[in-house]
T-cell receptor
Framework: GAVVSQHPSRVICKSGTSVKIECRSL??????MFWYRQFPKQSLMLMAT?????????EQGVEKDKFLINHASLTLSTLTVTSAHPEDSSFYIC?????????????FGPGTRLTVT | GNSVTQMEGPVTLSEEAFLTINCTYT??????LFWYVQYPGEGLQLLLK?????DKGSNKGFEATYRKETTSFHLEKGSVQVSDSAVYFC?????????FGRGTSLIVHP
C-alpha cells in the first residue's frame, strides 16, 4: 500500500526557535497534502490543505505566518513552526491524497511529536 | 455543515467480548464514510470504508454498514483482542477533505 513518512518522529526544541517537519509520499505522487494537529485525547484538527506549487489554504484560526507550509513537489510537503512556544507542543500529522479510479484515497503519516520547552 | 458524532470513551472490554462503537453523521447529500484506527504514538490507518448506502465495509474482523435512514456507521467486532486497544475515529468525506469525529478509545483487558 501507499506509504507516507514524516520526519522527525519526535523533536524537542527551545522556545523561540523554529522547527521544520517533513512529509513525504514514498511511492506515489500526492494530489494534495494535509496538515493536522492533534491534542491529547482529542480529534484531529485540520490546519491547512496544500497543493503542489500553490499556496496552502489555511483553516480559520490557524496563523499562516506561524505555521509555514511549503509544498515544493508532488511527494514532499513541509510544515515549519516558527518562533515556537510551549503552547505549540502537540502531535502533528500529515496526510497525502491521491485520486484513484475516480475516488480520493488518503494516506496518513505516522505523526511528529513536538515538544517546546 | 458536515459533522460526525461518536460515542464517548473510553470503552473498556474483556478479551473476546463483542464491540460496538456508535457513529452518526450529519451531511448534505451522500458522503463516503470511514473508520480509522490510531495506535498509541502513531498516525491514522484506514480500517474500513463504505461509499454508498447499505454498503458494508469490513477488515480484520471489524464491520460497519452505511445506514442512510439512520445516518449511522456503527463499528462492530464479534470478538476483540488486546491488540485492538487503540483510538477509533469515524469520518465522512465529500471530495477530498474528511471530517473526523472526536475518536473513541478502546481498552481491551486480557
Amino acid at each position: 500500500g501507499a506509504v507516507v513518512s514524516q520526519h522527525p518522529s519526535r523533536v524537542i526544541c527551545k522556545s523561540g526557535t523554529s522547527v521544520k517537519i517533513e512529509c513525504r509520499s514514498l511511492d506515489f505522487q500526492a494530489t494534495t497534502m494535509f496538515w493536522y494537529r492533534q491534542f491529547p485525547k482529542q480529534s484531529l484538527m485540520l490546519m491547512a490543505t496544500s497543493n503542489e506549487g500553490s499556496k496552502a489554504t489555511y483553516e480559520q484560526g490557524v496563523e499562516k505566518d506561524k505555521f509555514l507550509i511549503n509544498h515544493a513537489s508532488l511527494t514532499l510537503s513541509t510544515l515549519t513552526v516558527t518562533s515556537a512556544h510551549p503552547e505549540d507542543s502537540s502531535f502533528y500529522i500529515c496526510s497525502a491524497s491521491v485520486r484513484d479510479r475516480g475516488d480520493y484515497e488518503q494516506y496518513f503519516g505516522p505523526g511528529t511529536r513536538l515538544t517546546v520547552t | 455543515g458536515n459533522s460526525v458524532t461518536q460515542m464517548e470513551g473510553p470503552v473498556t472490554l474483556s478479551e473476546e467480548a463483542f464491540l460496538t462503537i456508535n457513529c452518526t453523521y450529519t451531511a448534505t447529500g451522500y458522503p463516503s464514510l470511514f473508520w480509522y484506527v490510531q495506535y498509541p504514538g502513531e498516525g491514522l490507518q484506514l480500517l474500513l470504508k463504505a461509499t454508498k448506502a447499505d454498503d458494508k465495509g469490513s477488515n480484520k474482523g471489524f464491520e460497519a454498514t452505511y445506514r442512510k435512514e439512520t445516518t449511522s456507521f456503527h463499528l462492530e467486532k464479534g470478538s476483540v483482542q488486546v491488540s485492538d486497544s487503540a483510538v477509533y475515529f469515524c469520518a465522512l468525506r465529500y471530495s477530498y477533505i474528511p471530517t473526523f469525529g472526536r475518536g473513541t478509545s478502546l481498552i481491551v483487558h486480557p
